[in-house]
């Protein structure tokens, strides 16, 4: 199995950018399709973006479109989410998530889809 640790994480003005990793070990990424995802204090688990292993568009919850970017490095067995323009909104514990399975773009957005998770990386945006 894929085991996934995150870093990348930190304290970030509003307006600022951070780009997080997700680095995998034990299996190549390449067997998988990846996401991350985000949970504030008090809120549940909520889509972020992903990226599947077959060729296509990345999917990206629709108040991340546009300031965020999801990537990945089957070579380097890496995934990133850069994220620009921050707002304290963003502010969360991110994690990264991998699955076996072949998901179709609507299902990239579901936590019980994904059977790996890392241990996720804070991310708080405050003056």
């Known amino acids: 199995q894929v085991q996934l640790v995150e870093s990348g994480g930190g304290l970030v003005q509003p307006g600022g950018s951070l780009r997080l990793s997700c680095a995998a070990s034990?299996?190549?990424?390449?067997?998988?399709?990846m996401a991350w995802f985000r949970q504030a204090p008090g809120k549940e688990r909520e889509f972020v973006a992903a990226?599947?292993?077959?060729?296509?568009?990345?999917n990206y919850a629709a108040s991340m479109k546009g300031r965020f970017a999801i990537s990945r490095d089957n070579a380097k067995n890496m995934a990133y989410l850069q994220m620009n323009s921050l707002k304290p909104e963003d502010t969360a514990v991110y994690y990264c998530?991998?699955?076996?399975?072949?998901?179709?773009?609507?299902?990239?957005?579901?936590?019980?889809?994904?059977?790996?998770w890392g241990q996720g990386t804070q991310v708080t945006v405050s003056s």
């Open positions: 998530a991998a699955t076996t399975s072949y998901l179709i773009l609507s299902s990239t957005t579901r936590t019980n889809h994904y059977d790996y």
């Open positions: 990226t599947r292993r077959s060729s296509g568009a990345p």
């Open positions: 034990g299996r190549t990424i390449s067997n998988y399709d």
